[in-house]
């Protein structure tokens, strides 16, 4: 038993670590909102539903009511007419007519306290709509923080700054051996160039010489 007892905590903290991948905030948010735009548009659907109806039962009112009022003129001129079965007829349906009234006007009633739910429930679904939408955006903008300062921690735990610091002290060293030489160039390249004060001597005895024996050939 003891056996299967940790396999089965094994399994299950693998699951729940499956799990907490899964649920990645953002993601999960964006479901959210989607279920909500979801539920607005049904919303919206069963709102159009209840204005027709609405339309629907103003216009059987009217309609209704038209006919009741045709009915007692009816009647009222068979009376003068001395039609009293005819009449009797225009009352009969008048009646009907009203009653018919009564009950189109109760389920007007119930069908505008419906239309006034729904109003009220897609208002309350659009202010959440639109409160989780400004909380998603705080969640995006704070989760890419997170991200971000996580990888500079990652970053500042993998540097070693002893070895950045021999690197940069080669690199000076690598400096220094080239400036070095390159001093050692322009010195090697100025004594080719110059001429010793021995030598300059020389040159003007000899051209001296030189202008002496050129006056006596002359």
């Excluded at 007007?108 to 429930?121: F, I, L, P």
Aim: aromatic fraction near 6%; glycine fraction near 2%; include cysteine.
């Amino acid at each position: 038993m003891g056996l299967f007892r940790r396999v089965k905590t094994m399994i299950l903290a693998d699951l729940h670590k499956l799990i907490d991948q899964w649920e990645d905030p953002i993601a999960m948010s964006k479901q959210y909102l989607r279920e909500i735009e979801e539920h607005i548009h049904q919303g919206h659907q069963a709102l159009t539903q209840q204005i027709l109806a609405e339309q629907r039962y103003e216009t059987l009112i009217a309609q209704t009511k038209a006919i009741i009022e045709k009915r007692a003129r009816q009647a009222k001129l068979a009376l003068e007419r001395n039609e009293e079965a005819i009449a009797k007829l225009a009352l009969r349906e008048k009646l009907l007519y009203e009653k018919k009234l009564s009950a189109y006007e109760q389920q007007y009633e119930t069908v505008k306290e419906k239309t006034a739910h729904v109003k009220e429930q897609l208002k309350q679904l659009q202010e959440k709509y639109e409160e989780l939408s400004a909380k998603q955006l705080e969640l995006i903008a704070r989760a890419n923080a997170a991200k971000a300062l996580k990888q500079m921690d990652a970053t500042l735990a993998s540097f070693q700054p002893d070895h950045a610091l021999r690197g940069f002290a080669r690199m000076e060293e690598r400096i220094l051996a080239l400036e070095a030489e390159a001093t050692a160039a322009r010195q090697c390249l100025a004594s080719k160039h110059s001429i010793p004060s021995s030598l300059e001597e020389e040159v003007e005895n000899e051209l001296a010489k030189w202008k002496e024996a050129h006056k006596q050939n002359v």
